[in-house]
T-cell receptor, first 116, second 116 residues
Framework: AQKITQTQPGMFVQEKEAVTLDCTYD???????LFWYKQPSSGEMIFLIY??????QNATEGRYSLNFQKARKSANLVISASQLGDSAMYFC?????????????FGTGTRLKVLA | DADVTQTPRNRITKTGKRIMLECSQT?????MYWYRQDPGLGLQLIYY???????NKGEISDGYSVSRQAQAKFSLSLESAIPNQTALYFC???????????????FGPGTRLTVL
C-alpha cells in the first residue's frame, strides 16, 4: 500500500485564486511529521511547510497552509492567491519512525500550472 | 552560499563508466541522504548515513555505493553506469537536534545524470 498518495498528477489554477493539492498518508507511527516541498522547473527541492502529528492547529506559512485532517489521514496543501511563480511540482512527504530509524517517504507529486 | 552543494550539476556519461557524485554541506548536520528522482515516481532513497561510521541502504541501493568521508561530505558512486540510472539525483541533510522537532530535510540543487 502507498504510504503517501497524491492523486492529482496535474492541476490548473487561475492567477490570484486559491488551490488545494491533495495528500493522504498511512502510518502506524503516532509521532509522524508531514512536509510539503516545491520543485520548480530548475529542479531544486524547496521546503514549504510542516505539520506534526500532535500539532493541534493547522500549519501556516505565508500563503501556504496545511489542511490537516488527522482522522482522515489527509494533509492537503492550500495555496492562497496563486502567483505565476507558484507553477511547479509539489511533493507531499512523511517522516515516520520505523525500527528506531526515521524514514522519509515522498509522494509522486502534483504538477501545478498557474494561468495568467 | 548554498548550505548543501552537489557536484557536478549535470553529467553525461556512457554505459559501463564509473561515476561519482559529490555532496557537501555546511549545515553541521549529522544525517545525509542520497535520493534519485524519476518522472512520475517521486523521490526514492538510495543510501543514508547518520554519521561517518554509519551507512545504510535505502530502497534502491543496487548498483550504487557511497562513502561518508567526513561529517560534511557524502559521495555517491555508480560503479558501472547503465542507462536506467539516468535520473535526477539529490543529496539531503537533516538533524533532529537542530530543527525544533520538525527534522525536515534540506536538499541540494540536484545532479542531472544521463547515461548513454
Amino acid at each position: 500500500a502507498q504510504k503517501i498518495t497524491q492523486t492529482q498528477p496535474g492541476m490548473f489554477v487561475q492567477e490570484k485564486e486559491a488551490v488545494t493539492l491533495d495528500c493522504t498518508y498511512d502510518t502506524s507511527d503516532p509521532s509522524y511529521g508531514l512536509f510539503w516541498y516545491k520543485q520548480p522547473s530548475s529542479g531544486e527541492m524547496i521546503f514549504l511547510i510542516y505539520q506534526g502529528s500532535y500539532d493541534q492547529q493547522n500549519a501556516t506559512e505565508g500563503r501556504y497552509s496545511l489542511n490537516f485532517q488527522k482522522a482522515r489521514k489527509s494533509a492537503n496543501l492550500v495555496i492562497s492567491a496563486s502567483q505565476l511563480g507558484d507553477s511547479a511540482m509539489y511533493f507531499c512527504a512523511m517522516r515516520e519512525l520505523l525500527s528506531g530509524t526515521y524514514k522519509y517517504i515522498f509522494g509522486t507529486g502534483t504538477r501545478l500550472k498557474v494561468l495568467a | 552560499d548554498a548550505d548543501v552543494t552537489q557536484t557536478p550539476r549535470n553529467r553525461i556519461t556512457k554505459t559501463g563508466k564509473r561515476i561519482m557524485l559529490e555532496c557537501s554541506q555546511t549545515k553541521g548536520h549529522d544525517r545525509m541522504y542520497w535520493y534519485r528522482q524519476d518522472p512520475g515516481l517521486g523521490l526514492q532513497l538510495i543510501y543514508y548515513s547518520f554519521d561517518v561510521k554509519d551507512i545504510n541502504k535505502g530502497e534502491i541501493s543496487d548498483g550504487y555505493s557511497v562513502s561518508r568521508q567526513a561529517q560534511a561530505k557524502f559521495s555517491l558512486s555508480l560503479e558501472s553506469a547503465i542507462p536506467n540510472q539516468t535520473a535526477l539525483y539529490f543529496c539531503a541533510t537533516s538533524d533532529p537536534t537542530k530543527s525544533g522537532g520538525r527534522n525536515e530535510q534540506f536538499f541540494g540543487p540536484g545532479t542531472r545524470l544521463t547515461v548513454l
